[in-house]
């Protein structure tokens, strides 16, 4: 028969089981934002996987009465971000390389996030890897040049992968909270 200081045990580790986790996802997201903020592109790429996703597709406005649909378009259809490990690689490599004419100067950044919520992956990788889908808000402020400023704010749906022991980006949907984009460019990383 189990008591109740053993159950009251037992729900206490489990709790701070999740604590630490919570704890564990956030610095991770957390560094990784600094790395953006620090213009460390290639320390940022290294949290990602070699199978990675890394996707913005551009928002479907809907109607009230469809707000039960889903936002993210089905396939592909329309991308400003749509690239895999290579291409991430590119774009690191021409920030890099000092032709990255919409970088030069590069912008000043501030990568925000907050509302983390994450929510184990039922079923592990085929290679035995556990994975956890993580859901943040962000907000990225950019300024470059003089006077010229860009807000961008929504929400990022990440599946991270433990590998060796620590978290890697395996997935990353990147939903912007506009239609259409203001700005005179997406030179920045989310």
């Known amino acids: 028969m189990t008591t109740m200081d053993e159950i009251a045990a037992q729900?206490?580790?489990?709790?701070?089981e999740r604590v630490l986790l919570q704890h564990r996802i956030e610095q991770f997201l957390f560094a990784e934002s600094q790395c953006l903020d620090h213009w460390k592109w290639a320390e940022w790429l290294e949290q990602f996987t070699e199978d990675?996703?890394?996707?913005?597709p551009v928002r479907k406005n809907r109607?009230?009465?469809?707000?039960?649909?889903?936002?993210?378009?089905?396939?592909?259809e329309m991308a400003?971000?749509?690239?895999?490990?290579?291409?991430?690689q590119l774009r690191v490599n021409q920030m890099h390389s000092g032709t990255h004419w919409a970088e030069d100067p590069p912008s000043r950044c501030r990568h925000l996030v907050t509302n983390v919520r994450i929510r184990p992956r039922p079923e592990p990788t085929a290679a035995?890897?556990?994975?956890?889908?993580?859901l943040s808000n962000f907000v990225v402020y950019r300024n470059r040049l003089?006077?010229?400023?860009?807000i961008w704010a929504g929400e990022r749906r990440d599946?991270?992968?433990?590998?060796d022991g620590e978290f890697r980006i395996a997935r990353r949907t990147i939903l912007l909270d506009q239609n259409?984009?203001?700005?005179?460019?997406?030179?920045?990383l989310f």
């Open 159 to 163: 599946v991270l992968r433990v590998v």
């Open 52 to 56: 990675v996703l890394y996707w913005m």
């Open 128 to 134: 035995g890897e556990v994975e956890y889908d993580v």
């Open 63 to 76: 109607l009230r009465r469809q707000r039960d649909q889903d936002e993210v378009p089905e396939g592909i």
């Open 80 to 88: 400003h971000f749509y690239d895999d490990h290579a291409s991430l």
């Open 11 to 16: 729900v206490d580790a489990e709790g701070l």
């Open 180 to 188: 259409v984009v203001q700005s005179k460019n997406l030179s920045v």
């Open 146 to 150: 003089e006077s010229e400023t860009d």
